[in-house]
């Protein structure tokens, strides 16, 4: 797991929290807030995804390349 992964989950879950006490609290601005958090943490997950996907790539060609 990289940063990106790592740092979008946790703010994916902190914006889940931050919904779910908006709800509670009857705070519609929290839940906006909470649900945007929400939307950016799962957009740097899914970066994180990609960049590590892609780091796995290069590794496994990186190896396929070398002389025998």
């Known amino acids: 797991m990289n940063r990106?992964?790592?740092k979008g989950t946790m703010k994916d879950?902190?914006?889940k929290i931050q919904?779910?006490?908006g709800e509670i609290t009857g705070s519609a601005s929290q839940q906006i807030k909470g649900a945007a958090k929400q939307v950016a943490g799962k957009v740097?997950?899914?970066f994180g995804d990609v960049?590590?996907?892609a780091d796995k790539r290069r590794?496994?060609?990186k190896r396929r390349?070398?002389?025998?």
């Open 19 to 21: 919904r779910k006490a």
């Open 13 to 15: 879950l902190a914006g």
């Open 65 to 68: 390349n070398e002389p025998r």
């Open 51 to 53: 960049r590590d996907d």
């Open 4 to 6: 990106d992964q790592a």
């Open 59 to 61: 590794e496994e060609e």
């Open 44 to 46: 740097q997950k899914t």
